[in-house]
Each structure stands twice: as C-alpha cells, then as structure tokens.
C-alpha cells in the first residue's frame, strides 16, 4: 500500500467523455458526418470533440473538474458545441446508447488505427448490427497501480451503474427487448466485461499477454468495464450507456468519484474492502442490461440482492465520506431525485414508441432531449 500512502483523495478530480449518434436533420436516420462536423468546428474544438469507430459518430470530452458545477457547465457547453456543429452539416446530435434506426453498411472512420483494428476483426466488423455509444467516467489523477487496484474495487457496484444509465432498448430498426442493447452488441469485442482482479504487475501481465497473443491489437482494446486509462494519468468506468439527460451521467460521475475517495481511503488505511464473486458479477451485469431500472443485483455490503433504489441508498451510505470530501452529500442526494423523477432513458424511449408505434418518434424524442 505504499503507493496509496501518498495519495490524497480531496484531490481527484473527475471527468465525462460521452459518445454520440448522428442522425440526418430531416430523416430519422443514422449518417457518416463526423469529419464535416468535425471540420465544422477546427480548431474551435480543442480537442475534446473527436472521431468514433463509425462516421455515425463522434465522442465529446469534458476537462477534469474538481466541483461537479464546474463539471455540469463543461458538459452542457461541449454538447452545444457539438449539436450546433452537428445542425451545421444537416444533422441531429442524438444521445442512444444503439443506433435506432441505421444506415448500412456503416462506413468506419478512416483513420489508420480504425482501419487495422477492422482488417484484424473482421468477424466482429460484419456481426455489428448498430452504433454503440456510451458514457466513460475518468477519476484522477492516479498512478497506473492505483487505478489497476481501485478498478477491481469498485466491480461490485458496477452493475448498479448501469442499470442506471440503460438506454438502448431499440437498434438497428427493431425492438431489442432489452433495456441495454449496447451491452450485448459491445460482447462481441474481445476483453469486455469486468476487469479481473489484479495488481499493478499483473496488470501489465496481462495486458502484454493480451497484445503479444493478437487477442487485442494494443491495449487501448482493453474493454474492461473498469481499467487504468491508456492516455490520462486517471481510472476510467466505461460500464454506462449515454443518455440525453445530463443529470444522468453527471449522477454516475459523482457517485464513481466518491466511491473511489472512499476507497482509497479505506485502502490507505488497510481496511477490508467488500470484494465481489466472478459468477454473480456476470449475471448481475446480464440483468442490468437485460432489466435496466427493473434488475435486482447484490447488494456488495450486505450480500443479499436488493432492487435499484436499495442498493443505490447503500451505495450512497458507503460512499459517503468521500463524496463529504468532494461537498458532494447534497448534489448526490439531489441528482438521485432528479433521475428518480424520470422514467428513465428506456422508460421514455419505450413511451414515445407507444404513441404511434414510430421509431422515428424515439429518434425525435431523443434529438429532442439532447438538445439541451
């Protein structure tokens, strides 16, 4: 723990990157305007607006923040900037976790690591039904065994996240009948899934197995649902779909932010932490992306499975000294009310469906919603 004995947790910050659909200004449907949206913006955009896997797409970032104000204003600001960009080249900015109604065959960026990573998973390329967009939360600063560490930590609680934060129960012109199509779909890629439990030397272990194997092309391809960032000094959770409601994602940042302070605590002070089964942590996260707000999971303190509301309140009492280091008590209890208030993104996708049985009435609504 002498890594962690130096680390003071009132000093993480916290970050979004949100992934996003494009969809044409006068059809429902998706379209490969990344580059000109891209183009749009220059250097306006000081790179916190980037290209995704397919032209359909592009991934938003915000800077890390020390106060979740200053993160919810970053959040807002680079979504307008990427809708009135997106509204510039004749397109919509659309927050589904899927794909709703898709243009084929999706056309992949062309960019030379896209481009490889298709030549050498084309089996992968050609099962893809529709765009995946989620929502990664980054915490840090810390060092690469620190965030290999707090990663397998925070594994109990993920399934919890995201049910969450489903938001995908239509793709690719049909009804999934799921809550979180985008999970199932992101399978297909080698490496997803909960992060095993290692150490910072097992980490690099494994991960230079994983390249040197071909499994993944770098390790970048690491999809763990938790895993120390390749590019930022931070832990990166990348277990959330993207939703058009920002007090979503702003609720799952504040809750991993002060779940990971608590931890790092506990650690510091070489305090048992609540550890998870392999078995049960799969079937949780199926249930979640299968149930959304409807999935029972276990709860990590207790051990007996509770539904969403239980093990969110216990979430919310475990993580409470680090969100009092972050004045985050209050924010978090408020965030939790404004999502409660909702239906939830499948709740509303599903009720905009219902009026006229119209995908494009969920692509509307959702355009809608993201334009904040």
Request: hydrophobic share 40%.
């Amino acid at each position: 723990m002498a890594l962690l004995a130096g680390r003071n947790p009132e000093e993480l910050t916290f970050g979004l990157e949100e992934e996003f659909v494009l969809v044409d200004s006068r059809e429902p449907v998706s379209v490969p305007r990344a580059q000109a949206l891209l183009a749009r913006i220059g250097d306006r955009g000081e790179g916190r607006v980037q290209p995704e896997f397919y032209q359909t797409q592009i991934e938003t970032s915000t800077l890390p923040h020390k106060t979740t104000d200053e993160l919810r204003v970053d959040l807002v600001q680079v979504r307008r900037q990427a809708a009135d960009a997106a509204a510039g080249v004749g397109a919509r900015l659309v927050a589904s976790a899927a794909g709703v109604l898709t243009s084929r065959p999706m056309q992949i960026t062309e960019s030379p690591r896209y481009l490889k990573i298709a030549r050498n998973f084309p089996h992968v390329v050609a099962e893809i039904e529709s765009e995946s967009s989620g929502c990664h939360v980054h915490v840090g600063p810390l060092s690469r065994d620190e965030a290999v560490l707090l990663g397998t930590r925070v594994r109990p609680w993920l399934p919890l996240l995201q049910a969450i934060a489903a938001n995908s129960p239509f793709a690719a012109g049909r009804d999934r009948h799921c809550a979180s199509w985008r999970f199932f779909e992101f399978q297909r890629w080698p490496t997803v899934g909960p992060a095993p439990v290692l150490d910072g030397p097992g980490y690099e272990q494994v991960a230079r197995r994983l390249t040197e194997s071909g499994t993944i092309l770098d390790r970048k391809m690491i999809y763990w649902f938790s895993r120390p960032s390749e590019r930022w000094p931070t832990l990166e959770i990348r277990v959330a779909d993207v939703n058009p409601d920002p007090h979503v994602p702003l609720l799952i940042a504040v809750l991993l932010r002060g779940l990971v302070m608590t931890l790092l605590g506990e650690l510091r002070a070489g305090r048992p932490v609540p550890g998870s089964d392999d078995h049960r942590l799969v079937q949780d996260h199926r249930l979640a992306a299968q149930l959304g707000l409807d999935a029972e999971g276990l709860d990590p303190l207790t051990g007996s499975v509770e539904p969403v509301s239980e093990r969110l309140a216990s979430l919310l009492e475990f993580s409470r000294p680090g969100l009092q280091m972050g004045y985050d008590v209050e924010t978090a209890c408020a965030l939790r009310a404004a999502v409660s208030a909702t239906a939830g993104g499948v709740g509303q996708q599903r009720a905009d469906f219902r009026v006229r049985g119209s995908l494009a009435d969920v692509v509307n609504g959702l355009a809608e919603r993201t334009a904040l």
